[in-house]
Nanobody, 128 residues
């Protein structure tokens, strides 16, 4: 059974930090790009960051650049999202997802339609 399990969410004050984890099982982790997405109340889901398996390249949304860092520990089949300088507008449910990685990060990985597997999400709340 394929599983992606997010953890590390919680409540922090603006300016604080959180590290999210995404643990994968039931599929060949090395063959997949892993992305982080978020959905705030009343808003559409948006891509936050992605890491490619084939080349290790990374992608960040404009809102994440300079504040968030994605990394991967293949020995643990886990991808992390270190989030620093958090803002109230970062409040959302954060999801990780996995999509086949044949040629590095592609638009489908960033927009979500190229992802085959999704976790159930972890809530991040940032107070001002």
């Amino acid at each position: 059974e394929v599983q992606l399990v997010e953890s590390g969410g919680g409540s922090v004050q603006a300016g604080g930090s959180l590290r999210l984890s995404c643990a994968g099982s039931g599929f060949t982790f090395d063959d997949y790009a892993i992305g982080w997405f978020r959905q705030a109340p009343g808003k559409e889901r948006e891509g936050v960051s992605c890491i490619g398996s084939s080349d290790g390249n990374t992608w960040y949304s404009d809102s994440a650049k300079g504040r968030f860092t994605i990394s991967s520990d293949k020995s643990k089949n886990t991808v992390y999202l270190q989030m620093n300088s958090l803002k109230p507008e970062d409040t959302a449910v954060y999801y990780c997802a996995a999509g086949p990685d044949d040629e590095g990060i592609v638009p489908g990985h960033v927009l979500g339609y190229g992802m085959d597997y999704w976790g159930k999400g972890t809530l991040v709340t940032v107070s001002s």
